[in-house]
């Protein structure tokens, strides 16, 4: 069984509202603008750390981490990309892919909304943890948690961290 912590979207910005929330969490995963190699090194120092590169990544970030990160975690096979899409609309950058070999979960960031679904089609989960970061429109800035117990998820939270306005 393992606890996962969940974000994207940090564009560079710090919170140590991370380290509080993720503190019962054995990973942490980011799915792109992560913004900074500081706050990767941060997130990483704290606990095992697996991230993707975003479209607002630099240089640095992308010598660190793919455009997509697919990997076991438990029984589960996870698919991490920053721009993905959703059930119904997935990024044509990622589409064959999914339909190919769809994973059991799929992790995207990008459109800092906040989106949890299930693809009945490619039975998979759909998660994009919204914005966790200052930077972008979105009014609430978000990140997740969730247990994966061999191949089943357990007991997802959606936390809000406060507003886009407000640290």
Aim: with cysteine.
């Amino acid at each position: 069984m393992k606890r996962i912590g969940i974000l994207s979207d940090t564009h560079s910005y710090w919170d140590e509202k991370y380290l509080h929330y993720f503190e019962p969490c054995d990973e942490i995963w980011h799915a792109g603008d992560i913004g900074s190699v500081e706050v990767a090194e941060k997130l990483a120092a704290f606990r095992p750390f697996r991230a993707v590169c975003g479209n607002c990544d630099g240089g640095d970030l992308r010598l660190m981490y793919r455009d997509i990160n697919r990997f076991k975690c438990e029984d589960v096979d996870v698919l991490i990309k920053h721009i993905g899409g959703y059930p119904g609309n997935y990024d044509s950058s990622v589409r064959s892919m999914l339909y190919a070999s769809p994973p059991q979960l799929f992790i995207t960031g990008h459109s800092h909304i906040l989106r949890v679904k299930y693809d009945k089609t490619l039975g998979l989960l759909h998660v994009n943890p919204g914005a966790a970061g200052m930077q972008g429109w979105h009014k609430d800035r978000t990140i997740v948690r969730l247990t994966i117990d061999g191949r089943d998820f357990k007991d997802m939270e959606v936390i809000t961290l406060g507003d886009n306005k407000t640290k």
